[in-house]
């Protein structure tokens, strides 16, 4: 059985209960810091609570900024498999419609040096002239030439191949037939004019090359190279490649085969998508900045302030987000653009409204200012630089850049 000393030693004491006292006095020290402790934990559990229900918040806009990345307004179709299309530059892109019919696909030149019974064996040395241009029959037209050595680092069919694959506009491999010999197969680029010639000299103290690689009646060639040939609303046009990116600006045409009956290839600015687009941002920003005001609300002498009040980082993002409507965005041009330019307005409680006619009337008269909000562009004014973005870390600063090379 427990025993009260202190009750039992005071017996004929005071008379008072010392144990109570104690119990009392210790009482007296520890309720008020419990209370303060438990206090502390509950605001710093309702501050965890409002950084989540931010963090959901800004997690929707960061998911509508990955699911659109790329998005356009401009809707391109094809109804035949034979040629694709697809927007190359969103900032020229306009609406067409056209029939395309292809008679022939772009091909390359294919040269076949065979009879080799090594690919690594030594063979003879001397100097291969690769002329570039085009062969009619057995006649060759040459717009431009190089050359490269024969020596005994690289005078072996692989040798050869890896020098022949080094030229720009040319790829060579080492084939093995199957019945003991090997080929040197040679392939251009695509396009009548990348076609080639190839002249040997061989080596001043030893012949033989030239008798195996010299092609200067073309008796080698096994596939010729030619043009695709494709007629867009009656007008006969031809190009080297089966990619083709200046038939109309903006657009990238992809043939795959040659058409039976004309393909059906169109562009449509489409206002009502961009505006759903769009209109789906200001709900969502409205969110992310309502849900931020509720929280950081500062009420009269402190009363019913919202659990995050004057937090000084959910306050800074708050002016980030606020800087969305006000902030240039540089790169579009010569001069910035702003995304209040699509119809946005900030209103007095700080959130933003569109109106749907403003924002049909401000794209109709310049669709690229979707593109301002939606996406990050990259354009070069000359056909001779193409210029995209191949990161999804480092993303360079917006601006006009000049190139001087």
């Known amino acids: 059985m427990a025993v009260d000393y202190l009750s039992a030693i005071n017996k004929q004491g005071s008379g008072l209960n010392l144990t109570q006292i104690v119990d009392s006095l210790v009482q007296a020290e520890q309720v008020p810091a419990e209370s303060r402790i438990q206090?502390?934990?509950?605001k710093k559990q309702s501050a965890i609570s409002g950084y989540a229900q931010i963090a959901s918040e800004l997690g929707k806009l960061k998911s509508f900024s990955t699911a659109n990345k790329g998005s356009s307004a401009i809707s391109v179709s094809s109804d035949s498999s034979a040629v694709g299309v697809t927007i190359s530059d969103q900032s020229i892109a306009t609406s067409f419609d056209s029939n395309i019919s292809v008679t022939a696909l772009a091909t390359s030149q294919t040269l076949e040096f065979t009879g080799f019974a090594s690919k690594t064996a030594s063979i003879n040395q001397g100097t291969v002239n690769i002329d570039f241009g085009t062969w009619n029959g057995s006649s060759f037209t040459q717009d431009s030439t190089t050359s490269f050595d024969v020596t005994s680092s690289n005078n072996t069919l692989t040798g050869i191949a890896s020098s022949l694959s080094a030229l720009t506009g040319v790829n060579a491999t080492v084939t093995n037939k199957g019945d003991g010999t090997y080929s040197l197969i040679v392939n251009t680029d695509?396009?009548?004019?990348?076609?080639?010639r190839i002249r040997v000299t061989d080596a001043t103290d030893e012949t033989g090359l030239?008798?195996?690689?010299?092609?200067?009646?073309?008796a080698e060639q096994v596939v010729a190279a030619q043009d695709a040939s494709l007629n867009i609303n009656g007008v006969q046009v031809t190009r080297a490649s089966n990619k083709i990116t200046d038939l109309i600006d903006g657009y990238e045409?992809?043939?795959?085969?040659?058409?039976?009956?004309?393909?059906?290839v169109s562009s449509s600015i489409d206002s009502d998508v961009a505006y759903a687009k769009v209109k789906e941002f200001v709900d969502l920003y409205n969110g992310v900045t309502?849900?931020?005001?509720?929280?950081?609300k500062i009420g009269v002498d402190g009363e019913d302030s919202g659990i995050l009040a004057r937090d000084v980082v959910v306050n800074g993002i708050e002016r980030k987000l606020r800087s969305i409507m006000t902030s240039q965005l540089d790169g579009y041009?010569?001069?910035?653009r702003y995304i209040s330019e699509l119809g946005l307005r900030t209103e007095r409680d700080g959130s933003i409204s569109l109106a749907e006619a403003d924002f049909k009337k401000a794209f109709s008269a310049e669709p690229i200012l979707f593109d301002v909000m939606m996406n990050s562009l990259a354009t070069s004014d000359n056909p001779n630089l193409k210029?995209?973005?191949?990161s999804?870390?480092?993303?360079?600063?917006?601006g006009v850049y000049n190139f001087i090379g």
């Not at 206090?39 to 509950?42: D, Q």
């Not at 041009?333 to 910035?336: D, I, L, M, R, S």
């Not at 999804?392 to 917006?398: D, F, N, R, T």
């Open 387 to 390: 210029v995209e973005h191949t």
């Open 333 to 336: 041009g010569e001069t910035g």
């Open 39 to 42: 206090k502390n934990i509950e």
């Open 190 to 196: 695509t396009g009548a004019k990348n076609s080639i």
């Open 253 to 264: 045409f992809k043939l795959n085969s040659v058409t039976t009956t004309a393909a059906s």
């Open 210 to 218: 030239a008798a195996k690689f010299d092609t200067s009646d073309n």
């Open 392 to 398: 999804e870390v480092l993303q360079p600063k917006g």
């Open 290 to 296: 309502g849900t931020i005001d509720n929280l950081t």
